[in-house]
């Protein structure tokens, strides 16, 4: 399935209405090209290689224009009004993922009961779909390309995508240490470690500006938003008991 065909088909499925976020999934960065390892019919990687079927059947369970757990404080410790809920809320989180915040956060969730694979992976889950809300609300062109000032709302977002995409990493390598061999066998929850881990790689050549010749933001953010949703159905079937192969085997009936 070509890229574009593939965007065509899971707009509507992830919970993702601006149009402007197909631009997000045509990613043809030289900074993942360069950076991931040849599958086996030795073509370079360009994106996330679940090959868009697990993506493009993975509807969010919770409607992503909503507010997850809106009634969490920002940053000053007050409640986001709801005319500014979209992008303060993401904004406001993302400023508090830092590694001393994380059992916080997890009460913040109400999971701090759950196992401790769940719990992490399901505060993966909890984020996606907080920053699939955010991107229902913004300029997506805009936050993907243009220049900004510094601390304009764009550059806080950017910003935000960052912090986000450097807990997630933190969150799956908890809850990595705390699954079992045969949950760590799944080979789409490999496939999830393995991007989101490089997420983190090239998010530190972005902030060292070291990043390849021709290489800006707009890679970075591709990258970094297709990854992060393609984790999503992954993450709920292990979630759930469930495993890729056996699904993959039932389907074929």
């Not at 499925?13 to 197909?22: L, T």
């Not at 809920?85 to 508090?96: M, Q, T, Y």
């Not at 998010?203 to 021709?214: F, K």
Request: charged share 25%; hydrophobic share 35%.
């Amino acid at each position: 399935m070509s890229l574009r065909l593939a965007s065509r088909r899971l707009i509507p499925k992830a919970g993702i209405r601006n149009p402007a976020v197909s631009n997000v999934l045509f990613a043809s960065s030289h900074i993942a090209s360069s950076s991931l390892p040849r599958p086996s019919n030795g073509q370079r990687c360009l994106v996330p290689s679940q090959n868009y079927r697990t993506f493009s059947t993975s509807p969010f369970p919770r409607n992503a224009t909503e507010a997850p757990d809106s009634e969490i404080p920002n940053r000053r410790g007050t409640q986001a009004s709801p005319s500014d809920a979209p992008l303060k809320i993401f904004e406001d989180r993302a400023s508090i993922l830092t590694p001393e915040n994380d059992e916080i956060i997890v009460k913040l969730a109400q999971l701090e009961l759950e196992p401790d694979a769940t719990k992490y992976f399901k505060l993966i889950m909890h984020h996606i779909q907080l920053l699939g809300m955010y991107l229902n609300n913004v300029d997506v062109e805009t936050f993907r390309s243009s220049p900004t000032e510094q601390d304009s709302s764009i550059a806080r977002g950017r910003e935000a995508l960052v912090s986000l995409a450097s807990a997630i990493d933190r969150w799956m390598e908890f809850g990595a240490r705390a699954s079992t061999p045969e949950t760590l066998e799944d080979p789409e929850l490999q496939e999830v470690a393995k991007y989101i881990k490089l997420n983190t790689r090239i998010i530190d050549m972005y902030r060292q500006n070291a990043l390849p010749e021709g290489q800006t933001w707009e890679n970075v953010c591709d990258i970094i938003i297709l990854s992060l949703y393609s984790a999503h159905e992954p993450l709920e079937k292990v979630v759930s008991g469930g495993s890729s192969v056996v699904k993959e085997e039932e389907e074929a009936k």
